[in-house]
């Protein structure tokens, strides 16, 4: 496994590599700068992968750990997208210097670090002789298990089939396999359009060849079984073509001789396969088999050929399953036949043919109903206690082929309710009577109940489909409720799969119904939407409830009260009218989920309502933002109404409780909770000071990190130990100085201001959830890399510090501000150099004295970022005399750190 992340990492970089190079030739080198962008963080996350491991392996054999910072190598990222921001191809060029450098000096330390893990466990292993005499019996028993794992391969998963027939074996012969495939495919196009011979004359030249390599797999198959059954799989495809071919270019003009032809060929397919016991040479027929129609240079197939195909090919895969229990063949054909198939007649079908593809269907739901009962049989003949069905396509055998042959039969037949509901009746007397006859063999007894588990849900198809109009959808997903109420209490997983089918088909219905009536179905979507509301209760209300809810069935939960929101949404804001409605919607949804949350809560429901409910609220704050969106003007929220007003406080207020409560969520999934927490307090901030919206988005939020800090409970520092958290931090930083039209509302002076206050207080706070994810590093051994934590800490430090110091010059001297042009500008120039020096200076002093070494090296990493800016800057953009003011300033900080702030030693282990 380990093998192929590292053959996938390395394509990853080759195709980085390519599309770069492509990109740049192409002129387009945006694209190129991404790539290269990607390249330098996949490479230094594929080394970070193997230091990771290393590292463990190192304390487990007691080797010193060594860390080796990645500082550096932001910081030269960092450099080069400057460069590539300011299109300074000089500092894009001493970036990648930079990075190239200080990533071979990783490599280097890490190749002797991996030298040193290497001597120590040769030591270890020497000096102990016992684990590799277990290690030896370990192999014998893996050989073993692998030899037992082979005989039982029938039972494997499509899947696990798939990639050992990928991965394991000979590769290059399945590559070369598959390329000639394709070169026959290209020399029958080439024969058939540009060839001096006849046509006829071609095909049977081709038809020979594919003969003779059929022939010659047959002969070599006990000399290298897995060679022969190659050529042989070759020989029959080369075979199906040149039919194809054939046939639609009218060489054989008789679809009765074509027929003939193509029996013969599966004939020799089925015994070739059967004699030599090979399922692979049967997979490789018959998916050549199916995408030979595709193969035609001349004209399509209709969607009754195509189909009528396919049966052919799918009682062909019957009469292997009935002899031998390859279940990949039927998977393989019910898939191909239901999507393929399915969409082809989709897409090419018509209306002429509805009575041919009607028999057909049913056709091919026959096949597939004895495919499974056949393989159950076959598979309960040879291990009778061990068996037991798998939970995806060997049900999908029994289950999904008459339901999705009845879900074609319902799409071509919507609107004839009869016809649906005898289709319907019919089916459920079909399978009554294969229960009747299957129940009476005690081996099959599990599948005999899955027949009357379908019996049972046709039958309850008839009720819902005889309602007309938007009344059929009412009757889905009451239908759907009652079924999923009664799988619950009877603890039936089938039941519950076909209420949550039944839901699905009440929900796609309902937008048919939405496009197709004039007037809007407000009763359908009420009934619809509480529908799905009741469902969610209902598998939360009690604890063995709770208990038959799987992760997928989560997921499906979550999807119902997603749509179940914005259902009620669009009909609370068609219910209210006038100046309120919007507001009016949103309080009562977000009362609605306070509500059902504290009620759901006591009935000690657990994540299986947290996660729907995490997910069923992003409709309210979708528009919420539409809603703060359409009411800004130049930067200034212009509410219409108090209203309006404080009813966006209410709303984010009651978010926010639902958020929180319970509070072990934030144990659960602290990353998803502080996302809802600040996005929900952020908006009810907004409310406070409409006129400075920047500055009012911040308040809360301010006041509950302010609140967390002094609570003793370690939950509330979880709370702030998340990215998302630090996200939401870092993009007010950003926006609120660049985009801010009201930073310099109520100035006083500089940090005696509403802005500079709300900007340090959001530093203090970024700073404390650093230095939580710092602690969080020390004690579990997971959270961020401490390199990129420290070099958010200085940008962070000298982001919000620069902009105070530019709005101060701005209102007092006039320079320009968020401008190009403050790059031109001595006085700005000057004075960041000796804001950046001085706090280098605090820094580095105040490390020397409480011996903090890794603040003293941000205090370096400041005084690095200042002499290049000496050195690219103002060297050549600033005038004379403020050039040599910056530089002796800057010198002389610098000459003053050296003496009085050393760096501190590192402390002992």
Request: glycine content about 4%; proline content about 3%; some cysteine.
């Amino acid at each position: 496994m380990l093998k192929g992340q590292s053959e996938i990492r390395i394509i990853w970089l080759m195709l980085l590599m390519i599309i770069a190079v492509s990109a740049w030739f192409f002129d387009t080198k945006i694209v190129t700068y991404i790539c290269g962008l990607a390249f330098v963080m996949s490479v230094m996350h594929y080394v970070d992968a193997i230091q990771n491991p290393m590292q463990e392996i190192a304390v487990q054999t007691r080797i010193p750990v060594q860390n080796t910072s990645k500082v550096p190598l932001y910081i030269s990222s960092i450099v080069s997208v400057v460069g590539l921001t300011l299109h300074f191809s000089w500092l894009v060029g001493l970036g990648l210097t930079a990075w190239i450098f200080f990533f071979l000096r990783w490599l280097r330390r890490l190749e002797r670090y991996l030298t040193q893990v290497q001597t120590q466990l040769q030591r270890l292993q020497s000096s102990a002789d016992l684990p590799f005499k277990t290690d030896n019996l370990a192999n014998q028993s893996l050989q073993h298990a692998q030899i037992v794992s082979v005989d039982r391969s029938s039972t494997d998963s499509l899947m696990t089939q798939v990639r050992q027939w990928i991965f394991q074996g000979n590769p290059v012969l399945k590559v070369a396999i598959v390329v000639l495939v394709i070169g026959i495919v290209l020399l029958l196009r080439f024969a058939t359009e540009h060839w001096q011979l006849s046509l006829a004359v071609k095909l049977a030249i081709v038809a020979l060849v594919s003969i003779g390599i059929t022939g010659l797999g047959f002969i070599l198959q006990n000399k290298n079984r897995s060679f022969a059954l190659a050529l042989e799989g070759l020989g029959l495809a080369g075979l199906f073509l040149t039919l194809f071919f054939a046939y639609y270019n009218q060489v054989i003009p008789n679809i009765f001789i074509a027929g003939i032809c193509f029996a013969v060929i599966m004939l020799v397919t089925l015994g070739l396969s059967l004699k030599q016991q090979s399922i692979e040479l049967a997979l490789m027929a018959m998916l050549i088999a199916y995408v030979a129609p595709f193969t035609l240079p001349i004209r399509s197939a209709t969607a009754t050929e195509l189909v009528a195909y396919y049966l052919v090919i799918n009682i062909a895969i019957a009469i292997l399953s009935t002899l031998r229990p390859w279940k990949y063949l039927n998977q393989i054909g019910f898939l191909v036949t239901a999507i393929v198939g399915g969409a082809y007649v989709f897409y090419h079908g018509y209306a002429q043919e509805k009575s041919q593809l009607t028999l057909l269907v049913i056709a091919h739901i026959t096949i597939f109903v004895w495919l499974g009962f056949r393989f159950s049989q076959l598979i309960a003949k040879q291990d009778i206690e061990q068996f037991k069905l798998k939970p995806s396509l060997d049900i999908a055998l029994i289950f999904g082929a008459p339901i999705i042959g009845f879900l074609f039969l319902y799409l071509m037949y919507f609107h004839q309710e009869w016809h649906l509901a005898s289709f319907s009746l019919v089916f459920s007397i079909v399978f009554t009577i294969i229960y009747q006859l299957s129940k009476r063999n005690q081996s099959i007894q599990l599948i005999s109940q899955s027949y009357f588990s379908l019996a049972l849900i046709f039958l309850a198809l008839i009720p819902p489909i005889l309602l007309h109009g938007q009344w059929s959808v009412v009757g889905w997903a009451i239908e759907g409720l009652l079924i999923f109420a009664f799988a619950l209490y009877q603890q039936s997983n089938i039941s519950r799969y076909m209420a949550m089918a039944l839901l699905i088909v009440a929900g796609c219905s309902s937008l048919y119904y939405l496009v197709e009536l004039a007037n809007f179905p407000t009763t359908m979507y009420w009934c619809l939407s509480l529908s799905y509301v009741a469902v969610v209760v209902l598998a939360n209300s009690r604890a063995d409830f709770q208990k038959q809810i799987s992760a997928m069935t989560t997921l499906f939960l979550s999807v119902l009260m997603l749509s179940a929101t914005t259902m009620m949404l669009y009909l609370l804001l068609d219910y209210f009218e006038g100046d309120h409605q919007y507001i009016y919607s949103l309080l009562v949804l977000s009362f609605g989920y306070l509500v059902l949350n504290e009620v759901l809560l006591k009935l000690q429901a657990t994540w299986t309502w947290l996660i729907p409910k995490w997910i069923g609220v992003i409709p309210l704050y979708v528009f919420a933002l539409i809603l703060i969106l359409d009411i800004s003007q130049n930067g200034v929220l212009v509410w219409t109404n108090s209203v309006e007003r404080w009813g966006m406080l209410v709303s984010g207020l009651l978010l926010t409780r639902i958020w929180l409560r319970p509070l072990r969520g934030i144990r659960l999934e602290n990353e998803w909770v502080s996302l809802g927490v600040l996005t929900s307090l952020s908006l009810a901030s907004l409310s406070l000071i409409p006129s400075m919206p920047y500055i009012s988005v911040a308040i809360l939020p301010l006041l509950f990190c302010g609140w967390c800090f002094f609570q003793k409970n370690a939950e509330w520092a979880m709370f702030w130990q998340t990215r998302s958290s630090l996200a939401l931090m870092l993009l007010w930083m950003i926006c609120a100085q660049l985009f801010s039209q009201q930073a310099f509302q109520a100035y006083l002076l500089p940090i005696l201001n509403p802005f500079d206050l709300v900007s340090i207080a959001i530093l203090i706070g970024f700073l404390w959830m650093l230095n939580l994810q710092v602690k969080q590093q020390y004690q579990h051994q997971q959270g961020m890399d401490q390199g990129i934590l420290a070099v958010l800490s200085l940008l962070s430090v000298l982001w919000l510090s620069s902009y105070i110091l530019l709005r101060a010059l701005h209102v007092y001297f006039a320079t320009p501000y968020n401008d190009l042009m403050l790059w031109q500008d001595a006085t700005v120039q000057l004075s960041l150099t000796l804001l950046w020096v001085s706090l280098a200076f605090i820094a580095m002093s105040y490390a020397t004295q409480k011996v903090i070494r890794p603040l003293w090296i941000l205090g370096g990493s400041i005084l690095v970022i200042v002499t290049l800016k000496l050195v690219l800057f103002d060297l050549s953009h600033i005038g004379t005399l403020t050039r040599v003011i910056s530089f002796l300033g800057a010198g002389f900080i610098m000459l003053i750190i050296a003496y009085i702030a050393p760096i501190p030693e590192p402390k002992e282990n």
